[in-house]
């Protein structure tokens, strides 16, 4: 019987780290699938509009989409999803819908807001951004920490300066949220059938840090091996009792957001917690990364699921949805 066809599709084309991580990510999930008996290849989407020439001249089964770009922009990440389901390929991961409505930090916290899931204030005016005491300023559409650094985190009275000087040294759109000083969590969720798992809950430490640096994980604690935060920034899946009840809240509202934004096959929910031990939602990422080192696989793997068992369950997903239901596709609440 002739294996499966499966295209593991990525927009990665520069030479950057976070660029250079996408494709070996590609790479170790081709590697992955071709190990559990797939007919697994790679395929790069480039070029505007974008085009899948492949999806009619070499019709794969399954597309394993990894596209957190296109040709160096994030916003376009999106945009060859509802090509593959004109042609009704399956793809990994969430749909085309719930990805757009995740493309924007700010559209994502109005979604927040609007649904009661809490997320640090973020206010658009002056006057009123220099009423918070710190802020940290991050793109509005740039994910991987691009364009984040200490100097992110500023008092509320310079927001507007900062927004401005970012804006001019890295493009795109950039915008302050309050910063959350305190405890940072990455909960990540994976599809089982009608239901969600929220997997083992990560706790990001930030040891040795001087006593002024901000507790952030920024662009170099991610991809600057020569940095001390790179260094000094490990996860930990291990939890005193004394944690549960705020371990089952952060699960619980993971869960919440799940629903609202509309997910599916997997993604990403990260938390800052505060003196109080109040959880804050930072962000959702519907396309976490899924390289073998990074936390998703680490987190599958507290659980017993191992890298190339993940990879063959996220693929399986689509697959059976599609048996179920050709023309399923999940949308945001209220998008």
């Known amino acids: 019987m002739k294996p499966l066809s499966i295209i593991v599709m990525h927009g990665a084309s520069g030479d950057d780290p976070d660029e250079r991580d996408t494709r070996d990510t590609a790479e170790a999930i081709r590697a992955a699938l071709s190990r559990r008996g797939f007919d697994a290849r790679l395929a790069h989407v480039s070029g505007r509009p974008s085009t899948l020439p492949w999806a ?88 991987a920490s691009l364009g984040i650094d200490p100097q992110s985190v500023v008092p509320g009275a310079r927001a507007v300066k900062e927004i401005a000087r970012r804006e001019a040294r890295f493009g795109g759109r950039f915008f302050a949220e309050e910063y ?87 993604a990403r929910v990260d938390f800052r917690v505060d003196a109080g031990g109040r959880p804050w939602i930072l962000e959702v990422n519907t396309n976490p990364c899924l390289a073998p080192d990074a936390g998703f696989a680490a987190a599958a793997e507290q659980t017993g699921m191992g890298y190339d068992a993940l990879i063959a369950h996220l693929a399986a997903l689509p697959l059976a949805a599609a048996e179920k239901d050709p023309r399923h596709v999940p949308h945001p609440q209220d998008c």
């Open 56 to 143: 009619v001249g070499d019709r794969p089964g399954l597309v394993f989409n990894m596209v957190e770009a296109i040709d160096r922009d994030m916003q376009r990440a999106a945009e060859v999803l509802p090509l593959l389901e004109e042609d009704g390929i399956p793809y990994t991961g969430c749909s085309s819908a719930a990805q757009l409505a995740a493309l924007s930090k700010t559209a994502q916290k109005r979604l927040m807001a609007r649904h009661g899931l809490p997320t640090p204030a973020w206010p658009q005016s002056g006057p009123a951004l220099a009423k918070l005491d710190r802020v940290i300023v991050k793109s509005v559409t740039e994910h």
């Open 180 to 266: 959350i000083p305190g405890r940072e969590f990455n909960l990540s969720l994976l599809e089982f059938g009608e239901d969600v798992k929220v997997l083992p809950p990560a706790e990001i430490l930030f040891q040795d840090f001087t006593p002024d640096a901000p507790r952030i994980v920024d662009y170099a604690a991610k991809w600057d091996e020569t940095a001390h935060s790179y260094h000094h920034t490990p996860r930990q899946f291990t939890f005193p009792n004394s944690d549960n009840a705020l371990l089952g809240l952060l699960a619980d509202l993971a869960r919440r957001t799940w629903e609202v934004f509309g997910l599916s096959g997997y």
